[in-house]
């Protein structure tokens, strides 16, 4: 029998036309709870899913209640695992749950967190401002910081034995700096003992499950927004964690009792997203290496933060790049000349690309990082990211290449004739 490829099996993959009355697509089951057959097998169900006891080979885990399980949910994690060829997923009602959830099942009081920067604003915000209270320690590191010198300044900290999670968002929101995950699941591994196991999870949003596997790279568990790429449309909010059965039975058993898991509708869109997951991701990476061309040469734009520009001149990034990504994405972050000012009348111009945060859509966006998705960051650290406020991220989406770059080009002129005035 032919091994499909992902992009074949995201029509059919984990469900079974009979199970609906021969319905092609899955429903959406729309129930908060599912009837047992018996009593026995309902005491069977519960066993399995609280961890009493282990499921034997090949037993399906049985239907309970849609906070516990779900067929659209269970449908769409079947398939989520293809691209990454994970284990098991589990899919949540956000990407920011998704991440607070593995970082309160990995992390305890007096832990250590090793997280690369940038990362999202709200991830920031989620480690700094709420993981304190419970008094779990945070250590940062920059993409241009070496491995050695990362290692020293755990070691330096005093809390070597307390690291427990290494956190990645590679590349980085907003200035696409890239992350060796290799390196890094190296450098846990080497923090880990026989009795804990130091974690290295990713957040891949940005390459989405298409253009770069974490999971390959040494990694434990990687995390998406799945609003974006997955979900590609801008019309559902959702995240996605996955890796082995072992770790993946603990996420899930925390999501059980914080309740944020995806619920049946969403789920059903997302599986509608992912039959046309490469068609899009395709297009918003061919497109934007146009975009980012152009943005190069243009003589209002000072510096481009797109890998295929960014790697012309940093061999390092070009090697990182070639052995652990299959694309340069679709994100473009760029310094337009002048400040806050500048970049306001440039968005405030557009027409084709909209004014407004997220990313991974048809549509492209755009938007101002400073003021908008990492307000919350100190000036101090968004000085030390790059994240100045000349600074615009652009997401690319799957409009005419050219229209797109009317569209910049005609704003670039208006903000070219505000500074003359």
């Not at 769409?76 to 920011?96: K, P, T």
């Not at 090793?114 to 709200?122: A, K, N, T």
């Not at 890239?178 to 880990?192: H, I, Q």
Request: aromatic share 8%; glycine share 6%; charged share 25%.
């Amino acid at each position: 029998m032919r091994k499909f490829k992902p992009e074949s099996l995201m029509m059919s993959h984990g469900y079974h036309p009979e199970w609906s009355e021969g319905a092609i697509k899955s429903p959406i089951f729309q129930t908060s709870t599912f009837e047992f057959k018996t009593a026995e097998e309902g005491k069977r169900f519960f066993e399995v899913a609280y961890g009493h006891k282990k499921a034997e080979p090949d037993e399906q885990t049985g239907l309970i209640y849609s906070r516990i399980n779900n067929p659209d949910l269970e449908i769409l994690e079947n398939r989520l695992c293809l691209w990454d060829e994970a284990d098991e997923a589990a899919v949540f009602e956000s990407g920011m749950s998704a991440i607070s959830t593995v970082m309160l099942e990995f992390l305890n009081p007096g832990d250590l967190l090793l997280m690369s920067s940038p990362v999202y604003g709200g991830t920031n915000h989620f480690t700094k401002c709420v993981l304190n209270r419970f008094g779990i320690n945070l250590l940062e590191f920059s993409a241009f910081d070496d491995i050695e010198e990362i290692e020293r300044r755990v070691m330096a900290s005093g809390l070597a034995e307390k690291l427990a999670m290494v956190y990645i968002e590679t590349p980085a929101n907003p200035t696409n700096a890239m992350v060796d995950l290799e390196a890094m699941a190296e450098l846990a591994d080497k923090f880990s003992s026989a009795s804990k196991k130091v974690i290295t999870a990713v957040d891949n949003t940005y390459m989405g499950p298409l253009w770069q596997h974490p999971l390959k790279h040494g990694a434990d568990l990687v995390i998406y927004s799945a609003t974006k790429y997955i979900a590609g449309h801008s019309d559902l909010i959702a995240g996605a964690v996955l890796g082995s059965s072992e770790l993946m039975s603990r996420v899930k058993a925390l999501r059980t009792f914080l309740g944020n898991m995806a619920g049946p509708y969403t789920g059903w869109l997302l599986m509608r997203s992912l039959e046309t997951l490469k068609v899009r991701m395709t297009q918003q990476a061919a497109n934007a290496e146009i975009i980012a061309e152009y943005l190069e040469t243009h003589p209002l734009i000072e510096k481009v933060y797109y890998p295929s520009i960014m790697r012309k001149s940093d061999q390092k990034l070009d090697e990182l790049m070639k052995r652990q990504c299959q694309c340069n994405g679709a994100m473009i972050s760029f310094d337009v000349k002048g400040g806050e000012k500048e970049a306001f009348v440039f968005l405030n111009n557009l027409h084709l690309v909209k004014l407004a945060v997220s990313l991974g859509s048809t549509e492209s966006l755009a938007q101002h990082p400073a003021t908008m998705t990492h307000v919350d960051v100190s000036a101090e650290d968004r000085a030390k990211m790059n994240i100045t406020e000349k600074l615009v991220r652009l997401s690319v989406g799957v409009e005419d290449a050219e229209d797109l770059k009317w569209d910049i080009d005609q704003a670039l002129e208006k903000m070219k004739i505000a500074a003359m005035t």
